[in-house]
């Protein structure tokens, strides 16, 4: 199964941008990228994804190279409540019906 | 929000002891999934349903069954707990699965098996 790699931990001002990377150099061409976020002791949270092409939803945007090897979460003007850990997850239909989390990027942000 | 629920939210049990954590959703998916996530390990997923009385194995199931017997509830089983299987449970919902569709995730369950 491809695999991703994301840094351990980031760190942002409230009301700045956050680009959260994730490198994927094994993707496959039928592996959705697939972002995912965990707030303190709450249960994960869809956030955003997407196959090839750049997508923008209410809650980030997900900018994805055109070689598909990485991407970045953009969130655009982090809060507080952004504070949480974020995991870039590959989906494909070889992969069933499970989301592996790994171990995700824990963004803190400071006001 | 999803309509997830997940009962009960705090446990404690005894090694031995059987051990049931419901799900309940309000949303009419199709698709149910149990997850457990321990440090270092992330989520992994322990059993899932496709439909009333459909279900199948995940990555860690091992000591655990499932039931369905209406669309709206899930039921995670431990027939007889053992101090490994102390984790925070979640439970998950979606519309459709595969690569296309989001879960949506319950608020969780904190087992502690002494």
């Known amino acids: 199964d491809a695999k991703t790699t994301q840094p351990n931990s980031m760190e942002s001002n409230e009301e700045e941008p956050v680009h959260l990377p994730c490198n994927h150099s094994?993707?496959?061409?039928?592996?959705?990228i697939h972002w995912y976020r965990q707030l303190p002791s709450q249960g994960p949270e869809y956030v955003i994804h997407g196959l090839t092409s750049n997508v923008n939803n209410r809650m980030a945007s997900l900018a994805i190279a055109e070689d598909r090897k990485s991407s970045t979460l953009i969130l655009h003007r982090a809060t507080l409540r952004d504070a949480a850990v974020y995991y870039c997850i590959l989906l494909n239909s070889n992969s069933g019906y499970a989301l592996n989390f790994g171990k995700g990027t824990s963004l803190l942000v400071t006001p | 929000d999803a309509g997830i629920t997940q009962s009960p939210r705090h446990k404690v049990t005894e090694t031995g002891t059987p051990v049931t954590l419901r799900c309940h959703q309000t949303e009419n998916h199709r698709y149910m999934y149990w997850y457990r996530q321990d440090p270092g390990h992330g989520l992994r997923l322990i059993h899932y349903s496709y439909g009333v009385k459909d279900t199948d194995k995940g990555e860690v199931s091992d000591g655990y069954s499932v039931s369905r017997s209406k669309t709206e509830d899930f039921l995670l089983t431990l027939e007889s707990a053992t101090s490994s299987q102390t984790s925070v449970y979640f439970c998950?919902?979606?519309?459709?699965?595969?690569?296309?569709?989001?879960?949506?995730f319950g608020p969780g369950t904190r087992l502690t098996v002494t």
């Open positions: 998950a919902i979606s519309g459709l699965a595969g690569e296309l569709y989001e879960q949506y």
């Open positions: 094994t993707i496959s061409g039928t592996d959705y």
